[in-house]
């Protein structure tokens, strides 16, 4: 498996230039939202989505200005939504570390991802970036209403693989298939070519996602038991709607009842967590991961060979194989 420093080494100094730009791009009168954007920075991911522009871009042109504001809009977004989840999630913890909220409280915390919101809008405004700005604010609107549908849905536990996919295409996928569409769109015009690069994008986010909810049967917390969150949460994904499927009408019962009544029972948490297991969840999730996967790199292939190419290639491997 390719790692994160292989596949940013054709978009490295890219990155490094990008990084500045973001520091100086952010900047407020305010003192401590100087302080709070210091710390987000400090805590950043591993760039994935600048990481998804960059190489796009480069897929289909010379990197240019306008790259670097698709760069810039995806990731404030980005943070602005993680910021606002972990306020409605009441989540202490982001990538292992002190969340936003659970260091400044709440009211704090969602202004400082409105505050972001804003100076993404007005950066494509003032740079007349109406394009990406389109692209980008599209794409928060599908995740705004795959969250919405998500809720709903695990509310009535009434969802079905058809929403599943529409739901995680929304939630997760947009905002991938924004990145590389955005950074596409930076440098080219052909719609054949920005269509198809979206399509990528959406097979590699549902992917994405379909490993994220795997990971909830399969990682272990520090006591060494899977976290079963997306039970604890009453989210029916992929692996446990394969078990529904194909359960029969008492095993049914029981699982809606443990997801209904007994969603905070660990022991009866870790009972459906062994069903899924032992019932090919986890199986038929990885398959319908894989068959992504592979459809993402025939479509990447019919690009020229490229360094640029050859990385995307790694990234989709990473996303599918990473083990956290």
Request: proline fraction near 1%; avoid cysteine.
């Amino acid at each position: 498996m390719h790692s994160v420093d292989q596949i940013k080494k054709s978009i490295s100094n890219e990155l490094n230039e990008f990084e500045t730009f973001f520091k100086t791009e952010i900047k407020s009168q305010a003192y401590l939202l100087n302080t709070i954007t210091k710390y987000i920075l400090k805590t950043k991911g591993k760039q994935m989505r600048p990481m998804l522009v960059f190489l796009s871009a480069k897929l289909h042109g010379n990197i240019s200005k306008s790259t670097y504001s698709a760069a810039f809009l995806v990731e404030l977004m980005h943070t602005a939504t993680l910021i606002h989840d972990d306020v409605v999630d009441d989540s202490m913890t982001r990538r292992g570390l002190f969340s936003v909220n659970a260091l400044w409280k709440n009211k704090i915390a969602v202004l400082v991802g409105d505050f972001f919101l804003s100076k993404g809008l007005l950066h494509a405004i003032n740079n007349k970036e109406f394009k990406l700005l389109e692209i980008v604010s599209d794409a928060v609107k599908e995740m705004s209403e795959g969250e919405l549908i998500q809720m709903e849905k695990a509310r009535m536990l009434n969802i079905t693989e058809e929403i599943y996919f529409e739901v995680i295409e929304k939630k997760t996928a947009s905002l991938i298939a924004a990145a590389m569409l955005a950074g596409a769109s930076s440098v080219s015009e052909n719609n054949t070519d920005l269509e198809k690069i979206k399509k990528i994008g959406i097979l590699i986010g549902l992917a994405f996602q379909i490993k994220d909810d795997i990971f909830d049967y399969e990682q272990v917390n520090l006591i060494g038991k899977p976290t079963g969150n997306d039970i604890k949460e009453r989210k029916i994904t992929l692996p446990l709607l394969y078990v529904i499927s194909k359960a029969n009408k008492e095993d049914k019962k029981w699982i809606y009842s443990t997801l209904k009544k007994y969603n905070n029972d660990t022991m009866k948490v870790k009972a459906l967590i062994d069903f899924v297991k032992t019932n090919g969840g986890i199986e038929y999730s990885i398959n319908k991961m894989n068959n992504l996967k592979t459809e993402a790199l025939n479509l990447l292939k019919t690009y020229p060979e490229s360094d640029a190419r050859e990385a995307f290639e790694g990234l989709i491997h990473y996303i599918t194989e990473r083990n956290k």
